[in-house]
Nanobody
Framework: QVQLVESGGGLVQPGGSLRLSCAAS????????MAWYRQAPGKQREFVAS???????NYGDSVKARFTISRDNPKNTVYLQMNSLKSEDTAVYYC?????????WGQGTQVTVSS
């Protein structure tokens, strides 16, 4: 089972950018579909973006045209580039990996958008 560790969160002003990273341990990383979810206080966990083993991507409606998901298979890492950040993007961001019946979550990284 793959282990996931997120990094790159922090405090940023509205309109700013951040790049989150998710490093995966274990083998067969390239075969996993990778995704980012987020959860704001008092709200349900929300889908942000995913990238398949083929490189195909999907995005939640609230982040389309602002966020970009990518992966570097030799480095076992998936990224989330977040631009034009808004206060409503404030949340804990979680990395997720899935392959068949196998799935794993990271521990999360806090992103706070505030002036």
């Amino acid at each position: 089972q793959v282990q996931l560790v997120e990094s790159g969160g922090g405090l940023v002003q509205p309109g700013g950018s951040l790049r989150l990273s998710c490093a995966a341990s274990g083998s067969l990383f390239s075969f996993y579909t990778m995704a980012w979810y987020r959860q704001a206080p008092g709200k349900q966990r929300e889908f942000v973006a995913s990238i398949g083993s083929s490189g195909s991507t999907n995005y939640g409606d609230s982040v389309k045209a602002r966020f970009t998901i990518s992966r570097d298979n030799p480095k076992n890492t998936v990224y989330l580039q977040m631009n034009s950040l808004k206060s409503e993007d404030t949340a804990v961001y979680y990395c997720y990996a899935t392959r068949g019946v196998i799935s794993s979550w990271g521990q999360g990284t806090q992103v706070t958008v505030s002036s």
